[in-house]
């Protein structure tokens, strides 16, 4: 059967959804952020429900309203988003992973609230690697399982950029966003995105977060038959 098909009915379909940003602490009080509002992931979280999903969100630090049938499951940093995902994936159908993840994280967090008095006119923090959640839960997933990622590039090169990450990733579509534009992507209303996959780009011109949802479950959705042996 095809339930990806067509208009969209992802009746029964179960879709894990990652969104917001993670922080990563420095010591009890302060964290490395990113500019993510969640706005797109829940956006995408919102429309996939109303074409009758079942839908999961991994919510990373995200201050937006809740929509009544969507099951949040919050967390803070990269390794509880990497954790909540991973014990999630087996159960989903699809991945859209719109979350914006730290790629590095203090080595150490400081276990009360740093003064200047201790650490003088410098403060030097190591940073090391957190794990590619996507990546990971690429190499484990199982035939039929559809993984969306997202790419939020800046400037020239945005859709080069996207497009390797969709083959290194082993992924079925990348979201690419240029953030180098004023008014999209991070922290904005509008989005204006290219829905990478094996077999070319979609452009989605600006229009709201929920446009651009609903653009990505069309089209990345509806060409996933082929996908779904
Ligand atoms: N991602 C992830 N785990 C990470 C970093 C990123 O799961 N530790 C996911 C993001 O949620 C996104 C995709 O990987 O769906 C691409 O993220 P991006 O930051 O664009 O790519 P990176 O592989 O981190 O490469 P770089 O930041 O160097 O461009
Ligand atoms: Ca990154």
Not at 93 to 109: F, G, K, N, S, T
Not at 125 to 148: E, F, I, K, Y
Request: hydrophobic share 40%; glycine share 10%; charged share 25%.
């Amino acid at each position: 059967e095809d339930v990806l098909a067509g208009g969209g009915a992802l009746d029964g379909l179960r879709v894990l959804i990652s969104a917001g940003g993670t922080r990563e602490p420095i010591d009890a009080v302060r964290f490395i952020g990113n500019r993510s509002s969640g706005r797109m992931g829940f956006a995408l979280a919102e429309a996939a429900k109303r074409r009758g999903a079942n839908v999961t969100v991994v919510a990373a630090n995200v201050s937006l309203p809740r929509a009544p049938g969507i099951e949040y499951v919050d967390v803070t940093t990269a390794a509880q988003l990497a954790d909540a995902c991973s014990e999630r994936f087996d159960a989903c159908d699809v991945l859209i992973m719109a979350a914006a993840v730290a790629d590095y994280r203090p080595e150490e967090a400081h276990g009360g609230k740093l003064k200047k008095d201790q650490t003088g006119a410098e403060l030097n923090l190591r940073l090391v690697r957190t794990t590619d959640v996507l990546s990971s839960l690429a190499d484990r997933r199982r035939p039929g399982q559809l993984l969306v990622g997202f790419a939020a590039e800046h400037g020239d090169g945005a859709l080069a950029y996207g497009r390797s990450k969709l083959e290194r990733k082993k992924l079925d579509a990348v979201v690419v966003n240029d953030v180098s534009g004023a008014g999209i992507g991070f922290d904005a209303a509008d989005n204006e995105v290219w829905i990478v996959t094996a077999d070319g780009e979609h452009h989605v011109p600006k229009t709201s977060k929920d446009a651009v949802a609903a653009a990505i479950l069309d089209s990345v959705l509806s060409r996933s038959s082929s996908n779904d042996t």
